[in-house]
């Protein structure tokens, strides 16, 4: 079976006349913490986005290798597909149900993967029961494992930043994935509660052997929870390597350390 879960090799993705990817290539280790970095508007995103389906690049490849190994070729897939397949993602911008209980949240990203769909896990039908004991079970069990298990019927919205970005996570995971993508899960957070996240990303890994590629502005967690990372800049790879190795690169102290440090002492 093949090591990598993700081979990007040579991405080119444009929209117009800008070039959000720009012969992209990387990849990413069954098993691992992967980091993608990079200042605003450097296509981490759009990276994201292609690797779920959601973006279709113009040229270049993208493999997604299963547990079963099974190769999928993304380009060119639904994103639904790439979900089923065993891909995850937390959005920049939560999308929550945000008039929705947390429980409620988690067991519909449960039934949604099962082929009830999200109407289908709402409205319960007959065909929908069956599997309702099941899901209910795994939407306890990962409620639990995120630390929101007490607040389970407390109201998406009025819970804190941290604790959505939790249930997110809870919600990724209850589709059963093979890999979680995480699009700045720390935004918003307070100090208490990136520390807590980190532990939490840890945890998935380490307890669910789930892969983890983790988009983050936050060096301090970027660099606390990465095994490895690459940085975008301009759509393009600039560096690879691991903290110490990236921390010392000169190209990415001046593309980004240099202006978040600078920003920082602000
Ligand atoms: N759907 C889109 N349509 C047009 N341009 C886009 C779209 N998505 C991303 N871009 C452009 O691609 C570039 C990279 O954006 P993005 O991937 O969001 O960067 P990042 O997440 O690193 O901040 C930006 O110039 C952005 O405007
Ligand atoms: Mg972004």
Do not use: C, W
């Amino acid at each position: 079976m093949s090591e990598n879960i993700f081979e990007v090799r040579n991405v080119t993705l444009r929209f117009g006349g800008v070039v959000s990817l720009n012969d992209v290539s990387l990849e990413m280790r069954r098993g691992e913490i992967l980091a993608v970095i990079g200042p605003n508007g450097a296509g981490k995103t759009s990276l994201f986005n292609s690797l779920t389906g959601v973006y279709q690049p113009q040229e270049g490849s993208i493999t997604f290798t299963g547990r079963d190994g099974k190769a999928l070729s993304i380009i060119g897939q639904k994103a639904h597909r790439v979900a089923n397949a065993g891909v995850a993602r937390t959005f920049q911008a939560s999308r929550m149900f945000s008039a929705l209980t947390a429980f409620e949240n988690v067991k519909i990203g449960a039934e949604s993967h099962r082929g009830i769909g999200v109407l289908g896990a709402m409205v319960r039908g007959p065909r929908t029961r069956r599997g309702e004991k099941d899901s209910d079970a795994l939407t306890i069990e990962l409620l639990d494992f995120v630390g929101l298990r007490a607040k389970a019927n407390v109201i998406s919205a009025s819970l804190s930043y941290g604790d959505r970005r939790r249930l997110e996570i809870a919600r990724g995971l209850a589709t059963n994935p093979q890999v979680l993508l995480l699009d700045e899960p720390a935004a918003g957070t307070n100090p208490a509660e990136k520390i807590e996240l980190t532990e939490l990303i840890r945890k998935v890994r380490d307890v669910r052997g789930v892969s983890i590629l983790l988009i983050e502005h936050d060096m301090k967690l970027v660099m606390a929870l990465a095994e490895r990372l690459y940085v975008l800049n301009f759509g393009s790879v600039i560096a690879q390597g691991t903290p110490d190795e990236i921390r010392a690169n000169d190209a990415v102290i001046e593309a980004y350390l240099g202006s978040a440090a600078t920003a920082e002492e602000k």
